[in-house]
């Protein structure tokens, strides 16, 4: 009977610190507890501090300020005021953007994929194609997670962030014409994960205006939140004296000026530092900090807090290939919005319109690093702006139509990330192998058999052009204006490699502080103590379709357990 009691008084504690934070809330774009980090006094004092304001740490640093003093730290810019991320009709632009203070900075693996990672509130979710679609149950039990609670988690999201998306003309022949392939059944609008067609959700409104994860800093208490942007987090602080662990207690962080600012815990057994900095960041800020490989810290004259050989280790990125296909027809302006979930591991997605064809912003845009059609070691500034100043040059009627692509689950195949310097805001060395898993390869390749199957499906016949078969469309792909030296003669023919030479990226990648291997179940740094990660760099492979559903779920979903945690210790006092 005690233990029920228990459990009562703290989820009616929880409820009521939920509505009470609605009482001190600000409304988007007018947050008041926004600040340049150069107003940041020398030293401050935080029961939480969260290193990246992205997918995840906006909506774990709403959740906690219901119950404590938060400091957000974000090295990039605000989204609010800027069109290129809020509206549809612009995306892409902004992976354009090559300038110091874009909310994009492109990074090129070791694969030569020129890849992008955000700097910016909000994180991907100011970039991406805004696709919502929430992870499979298969997934959220083999994670270990409580099924009610996630359910929650994502409703939390959607009311904030969500959207049922126009489905017209393009849209519908795209899902017609996978059924007709035989990616079945028709599940109707749905965020859940099942198999056959969907229509997901979007975090663009009806009237094409981008929604983001800094959004549901809407439901932050004001009185209890600090965030600040243009704040580079250079190291964690630990202190190792007299502790049989070390145990994290600060952060040492340069605002845009280059004046140095260190943000600590306050007195607490509860209080904890959280890296939410993403894939590329999180693995990153451990190493600079100590946790990481012995052998490669000291590599950097970096002191070795602790041996963690798995940081940095298990990246991935979901491989994309894709097929452009003009059509007779006007396309209407769409991003993802239908979705193919095959069980042969392949998923299914079309984007369409003018202003995405290959010469804008398209998936095989040289404007955003996409070329495709070269070499992944030739993708050079010099290769892409020869490509843009060609494409410039051709016929508005060959840039009519829209994308059929394909990514595959998981993937299997691995890779490592390593520093190239000691400075945060440089790109640090990334290798996903791409394809070195065969499993992935076959996947790839019966996602193409799909495509094949839906562009020929009666369905979508008005949006083709009757004398363009598959390999002509394969070879216009491979052969696309931006190929600018010969490519394997056998690509449109033998579509294993086909995917090796047009894989591209879809932005999905993970990996690098993984649980049970960098984070336990809860998220905390193994080996130290008061440091969790909690972000995309902990999945093992991607949720579902589109990871963003679950990145912004997973921030309230431990921001939940976390205060959870704190209102029990305060209980037990």
């Given at each position: 009977?005690?233990t029920?009691?228990g459990?009562?008084?703290?989820?009616?504690g929880?409820?009521?610190?939920?509505?009470?934070g609605?009482?001190?809330?600000?409304?988007?774009?007018?947050?008041?507890?926004?600040?340049?980090?150069?107003?940041?006094p020398?030293i401050?004092?935080?029961?939480?501090?969260?290193?990246?304001?992205?997918?995840?740490?906006?909506?774990?640093?709403?959740t906690?300020?219901?119950?404590?003093?938060?400091?957000?730290?974000?090295?990039?810019?605000s989204?609010?005021?800027?069109?290129?991320?809020?509206?549809?009709?612009?995306?892409?632009?902004?992976?354009?953007?090559?300038?110091?203070?874009?909310?994009?900075?492109?990074?090129?693996?070791?694969?030569?994929?020129?890849?992008?990672r955000?700097?910016?509130?909000?994180?991907?979710s100011?970039?991406?194609?805004g696709?919502?679609?929430?992870?499979?149950?298969?997934?959220?039990?083999?994670?270990?997670?409580?099924?009610?609670?996630?359910?929650?988690?994502?409703?939390?999201?959607?009311?904030l962030?969500?959207?049922?998306?126009?489905?017209?003309?393009?849209?519908?022949?795209?899902?017609?014409?996978?059924?007709?392939a035989?990616?079945?059944?028709?599940?109707?609008?749905?965020?859940?994960?099942?198999?056959?067609t969907?229509?997901?959700?979007?975090?663009?409104?009806?009237?094409?205006?981008?929604?983001t994860?800094?959004?549901?800093?809407?439901?932050?208490?004001s009185?209890?939140?600090?965030?600040?942007?243009?704040?580079?987090?250079?190291?964690?602080?630990?202190?190792?004296r007299?502790?049989?662990?070390?145990?994290?207690?600060?952060?040492?962080?340069?605002?845009?000026?280059?004046?140095?600012?260190?943000?600590?815990?306050?007195?607490?057994?509860?209080?904890?530092?959280?890296?939410?900095?993403g894939?590329?960041?999180?693995?990153?800020?451990?190493?600079?900090?100590?946790?990481g490989?012995?052998?490669?810290?000291?590599?950097?004259?970096?002191?070795?807090?602790?041996?963690?050989p798995?940081?940095?280790?298990?990246?991935?990125?979901?491989?994309?290939?894709?097929?452009?296909?003009?059509?007779?027809?006007?396309?209407?302006?769409?991003?993802?919005?239908?979705?193919?979930?095959?069980?042969?591991?392949?998923?299914?997605?079309?984007?369409?319109?003018?202003?995405?064809?290959?010469?804008n912003?398209?998936?095989?845009?040289?404007?955003?690093?996409?070329?495709?059609?070269?070499p992944?070691?030739?993708?050079?500034?010099?290769?892409?702006?020869?490509?843009?100043?060609?494409?410039?040059?051709?016929?508005?009627?060959?840039?009519k139509?829209?994308?059929?692509?394909?990514?595959?689950?998981?993937?299997v195949?691995?890779?490592?990330l390593?520093?190239?310097?000691?400075?945060?805001?440089?790109?640090?060395?990334?290798t996903?192998?791409?394809?070195?898993?065969?499993?992935d390869?076959?996947?790839?390749?019966?996602g193409?058999?799909?495509i094949?199957?839906?562009?020929?499906?009666?369905?979508?016949?008005?949006?083709?052009?009757d004398?363009?078969?598959?390999?002509?469309?394969?070879?216009?792909?491979?052969?696309?204006?931006?190929?600018?030296?010969?490519?394997?003669e056998?690509?449109?023919?033998?579509?294993?490699?086909?995917c090796?030479?047009?894989?591209?990226t879809?932005?999905?990648?993970?990996g690098?502080?993984?649980?049970?291997?960098?984070?336990?179940?809860?998220?905390?740094?193994?080996?130290?103590?008061?440091?969790r990660?909690?972000?995309?760099?902990?999945?093992?492979?991607?949720?579902?379709?589109?990871?963003?559903?679950?990145?912004?779920?997973?921030?309230?979903?431990?921001?939940?357990?976390?205060?959870?945690?704190?209102?029990?210790?305060?209980?037990?006092?």
């Amino acid at each position: 009977m005690d233990t029920y009691i228990g459990c009562c008084r703290l989820v009616f504690g929880a409820a009521i610190l939920f509505l009470l934070g609605f009482c001190n809330s600000d409304t988007a774009p007018n947050f008041t507890f926004m600040h340049n980090a150069r107003r940041a006094p020398a030293i401050s004092y935080y029961d939480y501090i969260i290193v990246g304001g992205g997918t995840a740490g906006c909506p774990l640093a709403a959740t906690l300020s219901q119950n404590a003093s938060v400091l957000l730290l974000e090295r990039g810019v605000s989204p609010y005021g800027n069109p290129n991320i809020t509206n549809l009709d612009a995306f892409g632009a902004s992976l354009a953007d090559l300038s110091p203070t874009s909310p994009s900075q492109r990074f090129v693996s070791e694969d030569g994929v020129i890849n992008a990672r955000a700097r910016v509130l909000g994180g991907g979710s100011c970039l991406n194609a805004g696709f919502y679609t929430r992870a499979a149950t298969d997934y959220v039990r083999e994670a270990g997670w409580d099924g009610r609670l996630v359910n929650q988690s994502y409703e939390w999201v959607e009311q904030l962030v969500a959207f049922r998306p126009p489905i017209r003309g393009w849209q519908s022949a795209v899902r017609d014409g996978l059924l007709e392939a035989g990616v079945v059944p028709n599940n109707g609008f749905t965020y859940d994960h099942i198999y056959g067609t969907k229509v997901g959700g979007t975090i663009f409104d009806v009237e094409g205006h981008r929604h983001t994860a800094a959004d549901l800093l809407e439901y932050a208490d004001s009185t209890r939140l600090t965030v600040l942007l243009h704040a580079t987090v250079h190291k964690i602080l630990f202190r190792t004296r007299g502790k049989t662990r070390p145990l994290a207690h600060g952060v040492a962080f340069r605002d845009a000026s280059g004046a140095q600012h260190r943000a600590c815990l306050k007195e607490g057994s509860n209080n904890e530092i959280i890296i939410s900095a993403g894939a590329i960041g999180s693995p990153q800020i451990l190493m600079l900090s100590g946790v990481g490989p012995e052998e490669h810290l000291k590599a950097y004259n970096i002191t070795v807090v602790l041996n963690q050989p798995m940081v940095g280790q298990g990246m991935s990125d979901n491989p994309m290939n894709a097929i452009f296909v003009p059509s007779p027809r006007p396309v209407e302006v769409s991003l993802i919005q239908v979705v193919g979930i095959t069980r042969f591991g392949s998923y299914i997605e079309a984007a369409g319109g003018e202003n995405f064809s290959p010469r804008n912003y398209g998936m095989l845009s040289p404007k955003i690093g996409q070329l495709s059609t070269l070499p992944p070691k030739q993708r050079t500034p010099e290769a892409l702006a020869e490509a843009v100043e060609f494409m410039n040059s051709l016929d508005e009627r060959a840039f009519k139509g829209g994308f059929i692509l394909e990514k595959i689950l998981g993937p299997v195949s691995t890779g490592h990330l390593e520093l190239q310097t000691l400075n945060p805001n440089d790109n640090p060395s990334v290798t996903f192998n791409y394809f070195q898993d065969p499993v992935d390869l076959e996947r790839c390749v019966q996602g193409l058999r799909t495509i094949e199957k839906l562009v020929e499906s009666k369905a979508f016949s008005n949006f083709r052009f009757d004398n363009m078969s598959i390999p002509t469309l394969l070879n216009n792909t491979v052969r696309a204006p931006i190929n600018l030296l010969p490519k394997h003669e056998n690509s449109s023919r033998s579509l294993e490699q086909f995917c090796k030479d047009t894989v591209m990226t879809i932005w999905h990648y993970h990996g690098g502080c993984q649980v049970g291997r960098v984070v336990d179940q809860q998220y905390k740094v193994l080996g130290v103590d008061a440091l969790r990660v909690i972000d995309g760099s902990t999945f093992n492979y991607s949720p579902g379709t589109n990871p963003q559903a679950t990145v912004m779920m997973l921030g309230r979903y431990m921001g939940q357990i976390i205060l959870n945690e704190r209102l029990a210790a305060d209980e037990s006092k």
